[in-house]
């Protein structure tokens, strides 16, 4: 049975920081893109950062230079830092375990992420 689970979240003021952990069970993270979503009610989810198994790493325009994703086999978890906040990333952030040969993927609970002063 494959798992995601996200902590971390929070309240933080603009210009703060979180960094949020996603443990997943289950997969080999060899076989697996690790991502970061993030979604507003009312909004399509949007894709936050990306690695995948030999460490190649993509971030959504809104994101780059402020949050970085980062991951350990050994412990089988996904990190993202989350730097410089903005009252426009406040949303619910899920962790995504897509199989890299094919449309199988998984999704964690989420957690809330609320930037405001």
């Known amino acids: 049975q494959v798992n995601l689970v996200e902590s971390g979240g929070g309240s933080v003021q603009p210009g703060g920081s979180l960094r949020l952990s996603c443990v997943a069970s289950g997969i080999n993270f060899y076989n697996y893109i690790m991502k970061w979503y993030r979604q507003v009610p009312g909004k399509e989810r949007e894709m936050v950062a990306s690695?995948?198994?030999?460490?190649?790493?993509n971030y959504g325009n809104s994101v780059k230079g402020r949050f970085t994703i980062s991951k350990d086999h050994g412990k089988g978890t996904v990190a993202l830092q989350m730097n410089s906040l903005e009252p426009e990333d406040t949303a619910v952030y899920y962790c995504?375990?897509?199989?890299?040969?094919?449309?199988?993927?998984?999704w964690g609970q989420g957690t809330q992420v609320t930037v405001s002063s």
């Open positions: 690695i995948d198994a030999p460490g190649g790493i």
């Open positions: 995504n375990a897509k199989w890299r040969f094919g449309p199988r993927e998984y």
